[in-house]
């Protein structure tokens, strides 16, 4: 029999995972992606765990902070899309994330240019996402950055501009600036299509929006905490 010598544990139901996920399923409508959210650690369940239950369950498409919690979860097996948020800033960081087949978020015109140099030399495909900045002010582009990041990757081969998106701030309780947050990235997606530039995944909700604004669901939500049983 195993000795325990700590007496903290936790202990994850497996099944509540499924009912979670099978209730966020029954509101999202025909050909809307679900992207699983694990950041920190899937808010302490277990990333890796966790992501094999929701594999098995028909989630693909993960989602995560920070650079070594891609890679853990690539170190755990995990070989479905994960998308990692934060921006890389080094070549040595991006060059990792490129050899591990991440995808990258791009949230400046100085990454774009990081990306664009570095894929070409090491002859790497690239999928990323485009961070838009319509009011959160951590990280993001402006229209005109988006425009310019497009026309700068338009001429890589290597580069695959799969999505677009941004953070609603104060979605669980403002609902006045979230609606003008989400007019503002509906503009910024028709503008980009205006000028030729159409990005397949366009998502902008998270836990908070997806319950409490179906029509901002666009071809893809991000869900981390309704996973985990918490309602935001």
Same mark, same amino acid.
């Given at each position: 029999?195993?000795?325990?010598?700590?007496?903290?544990?936790?202990?994850?139901?497996?099944?509540?995972?499924?009912?979670?996920?099978?209730?966020?399923?029954?509101?999202?409508?025909?050909?809307?992606?679900?992207?699983?959210?694990?950041?920190?650690?899937?808010?302490?369940?277990?990333?890796?765990?966790?992501?094999?239950?929701?594999?098995?369950?028909?989630?693909?498409?993960?989602?995560?902070?920070? #650079? !070594? $919690?891609? @890679? +853990?979860?690539?170190?755990?097996?995990?070989?479905? &899309?994960? *998308?990692?948020?934060?921006?890389?800033?080094?070549?040595?960081?991006?060059?990792?994330?490129?050899?591990?087949?991440?995808?990258?978020?791009?949230?400046?015109?100085?990454?774009?240019?990081?990306?664009?140099?570095?894929?070409?030399?090491?002859?790497?495909?690239?999928?990323?996402?485009?961070?838009?900045?319509?009011?959160?002010?951590?990280?993001?582009?402006? #229209? !005109? $950055?988006? @425009? +310019?990041?497009?026309?700068?990757?338009?001429?890589? &081969?290597? *580069?695959?501009?799969?999505?677009?998106?941004?953070?609603?701030?104060?979605?669980?309780?403002?609902?006045?600036?979230?609606?003008?947050?989400?007019?503002?990235?509906?503009?910024?997606?028709?503008?980009?299509?205006?000028?030729?530039?159409?990005?397949?995944?366009?998502?902008?909700?998270?836990?908070?929006?997806?319950?409490?604004?179906?029509?901002?669901?666009?071809?893809?939500?991000?869900?981390?905490?309704?996973?985990?049983?918490?309602?935001?």
């Amino acid at each position: 029999m195993q000795n325990i010598t700590d007496d903290r544990w936790l202990e994850i139901d497996v099944d509540a995972i499924k009912h979670n996920l099978e209730q966020v399923k029954s509101r999202l409508k025909e050909k809307v992606r679900l992207i699983a959210v694990l950041k920190a650690d899937a808010y302490g369940h277990g990333a890796a765990e966790t992501a094999r239950i929701l594999y098995q369950n028909g989630v693909d498409f993960f989602a995560v902070s920070f #650079l !070594e $919690e891609a @890679l +853990a979860l690539r170190r755990a097996g995990i070989r479905s &899309s994960i *998308i990692l948020f934060s921006p890389l800033i080094s070549e040595e960081q991006l060059a990792i994330a490129l050899d591990n087949h991440l995808t990258v978020t791009l949230t400046s015109p100085y990454d774009t240019r990081l990306l664009d140099q570095l894929s070409r030399r090491m002859n790497i495909k690239a999928t990323v996402h485009l961070k838009v900045d319509t009011g959160l002010g951590r990280f993001g582009m402006t #229209l !005109e $950055e988006l @425009l +310019a990041t497009c026309q700068t990757l338009k001429g890589n &081969s290597c *580069i695959y501009i799969e999505g677009i998106y941004t953070h609603m701030a104060e979605a669980a309780s403002n609902p006045g600036y979230t609606r003008k947050q989400f007019t503002s990235f509906i503009s910024i997606v028709g503008e980009l299509k205006k000028a030729g530039f159409r990005i397949p995944v366009c998502h902008c909700a998270n836990s908070a929006v997806f319950l409490k604004y179906p029509e901002m669901h666009l071809n893809a939500v991000r869900i981390g905490t309704l996973l985990s049983g918490e309602v935001p």
